[in-house]
């Protein structure tokens, strides 16, 4: 029997505001009707791949009822929220009275069965205090030495453990030397929303806890009427990569540091020094977007021009606000990760001025490694 289920969850909270994302889908109960020696073979661990969470490509909608408790169990809020059409929930709370008190989240599903109230679980809410410290990831060639360029290159990332792809060892050395630092972990992949339970996998393998890992959501692109991406954004990176820096930014509000880390295989390194425009240059929204609009990483169409452009906005409102109260600007560190043994990065002329910022370091996989030294 099917019923709600949480895929992913992530709550944010700062002295502000408590920020909550969230995907939900229908899922079956996987425990129920197995038989004693299947219930015996769950017991050994084994890595997942993708293409078992193929279901995840159905899409629905859903409400639910967020709660907040005190260390002593006391309620400190009660609101109830609909996902988009995607089973996509994403708000944020500010933090006034006996708000401030919370320290569980318990949430419910109220809208697929009606008078009846769903548990989907208990949440610890990411606390991202001052001084505000974050570390953003990209997966794919930075971390793992995926590989997408063929059609049996795909088919092995959808019927594989993600462990049995090249690791990218000083990659994972330095997001552990950043999260031992303090950093709180954010990943960033393009690779489908499905891929997360395998990814999650892999991650809590090489002991990165993250519970922020960001996807591209494939049911945007192929939705007609309510996606933010279209079909083009399946090759180019710029507008979800950036959007998603946006959103993490906008969900744990301007931090003191940042770390960017990525490879020099697409489009990161532009994507970084916009964000790092943003955030160290007094430009108007519009200015920004109209640099960017330019580029062909870019290239949004007439309904991501609005989208994009309005959290912009926002990012820019949260600069100004952290200068009233004479806060320094973020500190911000770029690690690109070589494609060859480059030394240099070229990039358009208009993000230049930031390009200080990169630093760029040999990162070889494991497999080349071997083949090196043998």
Request: charged share 25%; aromatic share 10%; net charge positive.
């Amino acid at each position: 029997m099917k019923r709600p289920h949480l895929v992913n969850f992530l709550a944010i909270m700062t002295e502000e505001s408590l920020a909550i994302r969230a995907s939900m889908t229908m899922k079956d109960n996987p425990l129920l009707n197995l038989t004693l020696q299947e219930h015996k073979e769950l017991a050994v661990l084994a890595p997942k791949f993708p293409i078992q969470a193929y279901k995840l490509l159905s899409a629905h909608r859903f409400t639910i009822l967020v709660i907040g408790l005190s260390k002593e169990h006391t309620e400190t809020f009660r609101k109830t929220f609909e996902s988009d059409a995607f089973g996509h929930i994403s708000f944020k709370i500010p933090l006034i009275g006996t708000k401030k008190e919370t320290e569980v989240l318990q949430i419910y599903e109220i809208g697929h069965s009606s008078g009846l109230q769903l548990i989907l679980g208990n949440y610890l809410p990411l606390k991202v205090y001052s001084p505000k410290k974050i570390v953003i990831c990209d997966f794919d060639k930075t971390l793992v030495d995926t590989r997408y360029s063929s059609t049996r290159e795909v088919y092995d990332s959808l019927t594989k453990a993600i462990s049995e792809f090249p690791t990218i060892p000083k990659s994972l050395e330095m997001l552990h030397e950043s999260i031992n630092k303090g950093y709180h972990p954010f990943i960033l992949s393009a690779s489908p929303h499905f891929y997360e339970e395998a990814m999650r996998d892999w991650l809590y393998q090489k002991k990165v806890y993250s519970s922020g890992i960001f996807l591209k959501d494939y049911r945007h692109i192929l939705s007609l009427f309510e996606g933010e991406l279209s079909p083009k954004d399946i090759k180019l990176q710029g507008l979800y990569k950036l959007g998603h820096l946006l959103d993490i930014l906008l969900m744990t509000g301007l931090p003191d540091e940042i770390v960017l880390m990525g490879d020099n295989f697409e489009s990161d390194p532009i994507i970084y020094l916009a964000l790092a425009k943003m955030l160290r240059e007094d430009l108007e929204p519009w200015y920004i977007w109209k640099l960017l609009k330019a580029q062909k990483a870019f290239r949004p169409s007439r309904r991501q021009n609005s989208q994009f452009l309005n959290k912009i906005y926002q990012l820019t409102n949260l600069v100004a606000q952290h200068d009233k109260k004479n806060k320094s600007r973020p500190m911000i560190k770029i690690f690109i990760r070589k494609k060859a043994s480059e030394t240099d990065i070229n990039v358009p002329d208009e993000f230049s001025t930031q390009r200080h910022l990169i630093q760029l370091y040999d990162g070889p996989s494991k497999k080349e490694e071997a083949e090196a030294s043998a």
